[in-house]
């Protein structure tokens, strides 16, 4: 049974389409994130949900947008897509913050 | 703000060698978090190890031992007689609660190569 479970695993689409990544967790955790990793390998928070509610919001543009239907499950919208988008995007979750995150797989996403 | 500094980028070791990876954290609370994660080949993020504050007390598990040291803002990592399926990227991270935010800061990452 995976933990953290997002799809797809790889997403390659062109510039200015808008794309969607799920994300779904069975641990029961209170918390989902989103994080970039870009192709230096330095992993930076996009955003935290606790309880479906928005609790960080990094600087990321508004092209990003995060949906938490419920407690289970973070899905992250994206539109317009740019080259400079193109990461790999994992989700995370935890029982609650400060605890320890259990990642997806994640998603390589790449935009041409 | 946070930060946190790996300092070592790609470490490469001989099989069965040991190696220790820096994690130097920067922070104004008195209670903040820390962790390490392995990211293999493969890209998977594996959690190892978190650490609060409060608590200094050293970890050893298997191979894998944890230094703790408040007095120098260290957190490091050491690989006991390493094996090649220890070759993978080690982050270091720091949650704080009053000034981070309870956000996840990752360091940089070490890149640790075993060569059989």
């Known amino acids: 049974d995976t933990a953290v479970s997002q799809t797809p695993k790889y997403l390659v689409t062109q510039m200015g389409n808008d794309k969607s990544i799920k994300c779904e967790q069975n641990?029961?955790?209170?918390?989902m994130y989103w994080y970039k990793q870009d192709s230096k390998k330095f992993l930076k928070i996009m955003f935290s949900?606790?309880?479906?509610?928005?609790?960080i919001n990094e600087t990321v543009p508004n092209r990003f947008s995060p949906k938490s239907p419920d407690k289970a499950h973070l899905n992250l919208h994206i539109n317009s897509l740019e080259l400079g988008d193109s990461a790999v995007y994992f989700c995370?979750?935890?029982?609650?913050?400060?605890?320890?995150?259990?990642f997806g797989q994640g998603t390589r996403l790449t935009v041409v | 703000a946070q930060k946190v500094t790996q300092a070592q980028t790609e470490i490469s070791v001989v099989e069965k060698e040991d190696v220790t990876l820096d994690c130097v954290y920067e922070t104004r609370d008195t209670t903040y978090y820390l962790f390490w994660y392995k990211q293999p080949p493969s890209g998977e993020l594996v959690f190892l190890i978190r650490?609060?504050?409060?608590?200094?007390q050293n970890e050893i598990s298997g191979r894998y031992s944890w230094n703790f040291q408040k007095s120098t803002s260290s957190f490091n990592f050491t690989i006991t007689a390493s094996q090649v399926v220890d070759s993978a990227v080690y982050f270091c991270a720091l949650s704080e609660g009053n000034y981070g935010n309870n956000r996840l800061a990752f360091g940089k990452g070490n890149q640790v190569v075993v060569i059989p």
């Open positions: 995370a979750s935890s029982i609650v913050l400060n605890t320890e995150a259990f």
């Open positions: 650490r609060n504050s409060f608590d200094e």
């Open positions: 949900y606790n309880n479906k509610e928005l609790i």
């Open positions: 641990l029961g955790h209170d918390t």
